[in-house]
């Protein structure tokens, strides 16, 4: 059999994918993500927090550090206050509303170490919790470097795929096939694909799920500066050889897509996944190319473009393995 | 012999694991550390400080951030004292160690680079040490910064693995079996396992301890989002073929597993080590599945019941080739 | 076939390079980059605008960061001013052009958290605004540290390669060879070449571009300190294999080379592409050796040689299976 | 032939490595660099100013950072004298001489940020560069905590290998040994060695430099905890088999071993090259076991003994097939 089985007899597997067979339901989000929701992990864990100040979307980001920033303040001030607000210089505030508020400023004066000096601390009581700010600011700033800068240095693959996989003509029969192509200005090297089928299998008479890696025409290309196309050729050893729609449909199959590739200004390796389902195919079609060749100047690469095809008539092939094939997923 | 005989016949081979036969000791602790002790290092080792710095706690790592503060700041205020406490301005205190204290904090104030500038430097040999001690606040600042970065943005796995092994059927036979998952929201791909066992054998009437790599059903996984229920098939060719767990237990088997991924949010790669020993193995069990299909919504992924097995039947095998397996263990 | 044929019978490939024959055109540029252009990316890709600062050259790189410090001082001063210039201590200047100035430098004095404190914030809506605009200041210098680490510690390749391609005597025949070194301090291992020949081939009587990967000699090397003389054996299997100068300049053939080594500094993976067109081949040459052994001290390694070729016969090879090669690139 | 032969029968091969003959000269010199000097790089290299600010002692370092720290403020402390040192507040002093040193300071006060503000600029002039001034210093102060979070981040292997070659009994034969192990506190994982004998050899009546890749009886380790003794066995498809210290010596053979691992707590790959000449080799003689068990605690590992070695006697081999040998070497 060409495709690798990743499946057995066990009752279930527990390779990181579920085995249990339930229609309707997609192992991989459009959005790339598992489907998958953890339990039993600890309340409180700090080596997630960075890594959730580190992946959320900016406005949070933004919130998180000005939020920090207003509490940190008030909190010093209201130490400062307690203290008492004379130990702080040229205060000039009447009322004690006035007067927290400007042991709010002088804290964020030393909090940033701005320190501009009108108000400074007098005493060995205000000095020592200013010097305590003072430090506190600046790790605190150590800490926001080092956020934004992993923020940014982090490489993540923007890749586009086609909106449909298309059964196109292919050598002297038929494949399968989708698009993709890269988003961003880096340019991506040895990029790799390995695509997975998820189907429901009837196994001593139970439904279950079960996963095939699919064979393919080229599973990895040196250079990506245009889009490729990635083919699973419907030859005889393929486990959708003469299937039919219907067919395909009836066995709720997906297609999981994992992308892989090493990304040259980040020198990082960038991963990617997607999802195809058997509503997501398209029988009888072809890609149009996506790019011009200029007589005078580059290649003209349309990445708008990735998903256009048309229709096309396929090859009739005479299905007399229909035997072998059905033993084939058995 | 499925398995790579990692050893052979020399007195000892030094690959990196004792030869040396003990009973009752651990290569690898719980913990995935190594149960081995280093002499002969150099005493003061600068390159492994930064390493220090990088591994210990947090707790630990904050103490010395601020013993370093007030350490320093005694230093420079006693200088500051030294060269005469009038070339600081605005010096309030009465008593010396007022005037200490004060210096202390304008010392803190220029560390920190917050300078308030109340009290401020007059005078050519004050002026001189401020600014050396604030160049050397900015140096240990960018130092602070790095540090936190390193601490933060090292990658490391959190693997929750079985408390057990246990001996479960597997196809016709049995097979030894443990369970692993990832207890961080990162997503790990590509991962990796490598089972080496290790016992104690008898070579030329002496005892020696030898290191077997393990046959996997599965050594490698691309995608990890759920448990993996990791298999050693027990059959002919497996060291473990018709032993009893007496046998296992006399001939003090540990089993070393190397963990390997990719982690795709930090992108690097990311390793643990996990040992097992003959008392933890369960004969007769089988894990029960962790997640749960959910028929609107993701599959409920349990964490918390990576470990949980319950008991059943082995499939009888008749050992007739025992005599094999004692010739293939010499 | 020697060469794995990267191409096939279909309309156009995808395969990351484009299929469509056109003459005189190259794939890749003299600087190593596609001579490709991309279109329908969104107008607003923040994601790339790390990228765009991390790849800018430094001048462009100087000039934004002190653009962005003008216009953000003078939008600072602008709100001051706005709010009232009574509300800053010590403004010393008389028109309103020369406070609106004061304004601007008490901004930067917030900006940059040096805060000399001569001109200081009064009064709470002054005070706020500083206290938000020191916040600004040091999350940008949180993020100037990480563009300014970023840009430095990106590890790029400086390959040197030889201006020509030369078809020289290699063991019984012939031979197309470039010679590259590394222009780095770094140690470069684990050094690898692949090379694709794209040429322009009849299909179905319509000419098309295609690709094909050229054996080599050796494709791998694991040191790199001088310089290596990658070979193309042009023997039977070759698609070179007799052909005449003015046949390969009719095919319109590109040499696309990609190359990758493992800096040592660095710690990453860096990446090269050179592409040769066949003008550049010169026919019976071979390249003159670029070092010099001294008896006493080290290798004298020239980089300014690796051009360097001299003249020299080829042996006569009899093309009596020419057949056969035409038979090979349809 | 067991050993992949690096070499052929062209007259420079240019693989990175000189194939000139000449005696008495090692590839690689005691400290691991190669002994070779590159000449023809553009005098200024900009790109390699960070790699020598990163790769420096830092003795050097500091000294650059001191000095750079001086001359930029005695740069701008020219700049506000010449401007009028009346634009500055409080300067007390009344020599020439003094002023500009409260220029100086003043300078290092606006550098550092620390802004004390008891001297502080008044006027556009003055104001305008120290606004310039306090830029500079954030971004030069961007640029230290980047180099020096880079020169701790680099991981560095730091390998002990034994001071000899044995000659030891290998199985029924002999084979050529060395020893290594880890002086750092982190853990390497998936070691790699590639051993590469160089030696002089007699090609068409002269002598020329070949390189030849030596089989080991093991060329990686998952784990390397402890040292491990690197065996290349001299079987009868060995180069060295049957011959002597005298003929090893006769060909200035030097044994040029690259070594890689990936440093877990880094996660980067580690590099390391060591360098065995024949004067170097023990004939006769084998690695003293380096650690102790202990009944109640970790084996103890001893670092300082790696090179500890006992004489042995060697068995005796017939060299029958001594013509076949010299075939394979020329």
Aim: glycine letters at 6%; zero cysteines; charged letters at 20%.
């Amino acid at each position: 059999m060409s495709a690798e089985q990743v499946s057995d007899t066990k009752d279930d597997q527990n390779t990181g994918l579920s085995a249990r067979a339930q229609r309707n339901q997609r192992s991989i989000r459009e959005d790339g993500t598992f489907n998958i929701e953890n339990k039993g992990m600890p309340l409180f864990r700090p080596d997630d927090i960075y890594l959730g100040l580190l992946t959320m979307p900016w406005w949070k980001f933004s919130l998180i550090v000005i939020s920090f920033y207003v509490i940190l303040n008030s909190l010093f001030a209201a130490i400062y206050y307690a203290i008492g607000i004379d130990h702080l210089t040229n205060i000039e505030g009447t009322t004690q509303w006035e007067k927290l508020l400007e042991a709010f400023f002088f804290s964020a004066q030393s909090l940033t170490t701005v320190g501009y000096g009108r108000v400074a601390p007098v005493g060995i009581t205000t000095s020592s919790v200013a010097a305590i700010e003072s430090l506190l600011g600046l790790l605190g700033f150590a800490l926001a470097t080092g956020l934004l800068f992993g923020r940014f240095s982090k490489a993540t693959a923007k890749i586009v795929h086609s909106t449909n996989m298309l059964i196109s003509p292919f050598k002297e029969g038929t494949g399968l096939m989708f698009r993709i192509a890269n988003m961003r200005e880096t340019q991506l090297v040895e990029v790799e694909v390995i695509v997975t089928l998820s189907k429901i299998t009837v196994e001593k008479g139970r439904e279950v799920r079960r996963f095939y890696q699919l064979n393919l025409e080229r599973n990895k290309i040196t250079m990506f500066p245009m889009a490729w196309t990635v083919v699973h050729p419907i030859d005889e050893t393929s486990l959708l050889y003469g299937l039919t729609h219907e067919e395909i449909k009836y066995d709720d199959m997906e297609f999981l897509i994992y992308f892989k590739g090493y990304d040259e200004t980040f020198s990082q390796n960038v991963h990617h996944r997607i999802s195809y389902r058997a509503d997501d195919i398209v029988w009888g079609a072809r890609f149009i190319v996506n790019y011009e060749l200029q007589s005078n100047g580059p290649t003209i690469h349309y990445l708008n473009k990735v998903s256009d095809y048309e229709l096309t008539d396929l090859p009739v092939i005479s299905i007399e393995n229909e035997k072998d094939r059905k033993q084939l997923v058995q």
